[in-house]
């Protein structure tokens, strides 16, 4: 987390310049309308936002969004819920929505912390996917490092009985220290004898294809709400 002291808030990111493409902008303008959902200080009626009942994913955090639009094409019997404050990460998911016919996508462009405060209610979410979070990699910055104990424990309280908390990183010891929060958090309990093997549904990316190669490792960590 990051005290921003111009808003006198915590933040879980740190803004980014990103040029936005001609095709970007143009998904913003005429999808953003359906699959956008605007950050409000109340209680996502989530039945409402995908016009039907179904299991609810929340990602954190997308990027360009091309595994998330992987997953839920892979997925149509879930819905998915995916945050990012990045423009351009937005409209290239957007984008791929529109290009793929995806329905069971939604995305929140706002800061993850006040979403999950205000607009996810407790005990609403089937998943969790905290997909290659900034690592922080300097010692000095380790604590800004998104997987933290009370950030940790406010996913635990959204999360229903027996719904699932996925994180993976190709940072060892950012892997070594999401192991130690989430077997730290009494809510949790590992599938795995630490780390999981990476489950089907997640695809490669091309930067983490890439770094297999070079030798690099990945971590997946596969927890569930007792």
Not at 85 to 97: E, F, Y
Not at 215 to 225: I, S
Request: glycine content about 8%.
């Amino acid at each position: 987390m990051l005290y921003d002291p111009t808003e006198h808030r915590i933040r879980s990111f740190v803004t980014r310049a990103g040029r936005l493409s001609t095709a970007q902008a143009r998904a913003l303008d005429e999808l953003g309308p359906k699959f956008l959902i605007e950050y409000k200080k109340e209680a996502l009626d989530m039945e409402a936002a995908f016009g039907r009942k179904a299991p609810v994913v929340l990602e954190i955090g997308f990027g360009m969004g091309d595994t998330t639009a992987h997953i839920a094409r892979l997925m149509p019997e879930k819905d998915f819920i995916g945050v990012e404050v990045h423009t351009p990460g937005v409209g290239s998911l957007l984008k791929q929505i529109g290009e793929q016919g995806i329905e069971n996508l939604r995305l929140v462009q706002h800061d993850v912390v006040e979403v999950l405060a205000n607009m996810i209610p407790d005990g609403s979410l089937h998943g969790v996917h905290v997909f290659f979070p900034d690592p922080w990699h300097k010692a000095r910055h380790n604590k800004r490092r998104l997987i933290q104990p009370p950030f940790v424990k406010v996913l635990c309280d959204k999360l229903a009985a027996g719904g699932y908390l996925h994180c993976a990183t190709d940072w060892e010891d950012y892997a070594v220290q999401m192991l130690e929060v989430l077997g730290a958090e009494p809510a949790l309990q590992n599938t795995a004898e630490g780390y999981a093997p990476q489950p089907a549904y997640r695809p490669l990316t091309k930067f983490e294809n890439r770094g297999l190669k070079l030798g690099h490792g990945v971590w997946d960590l596969v927890f569930t709400k007792k």
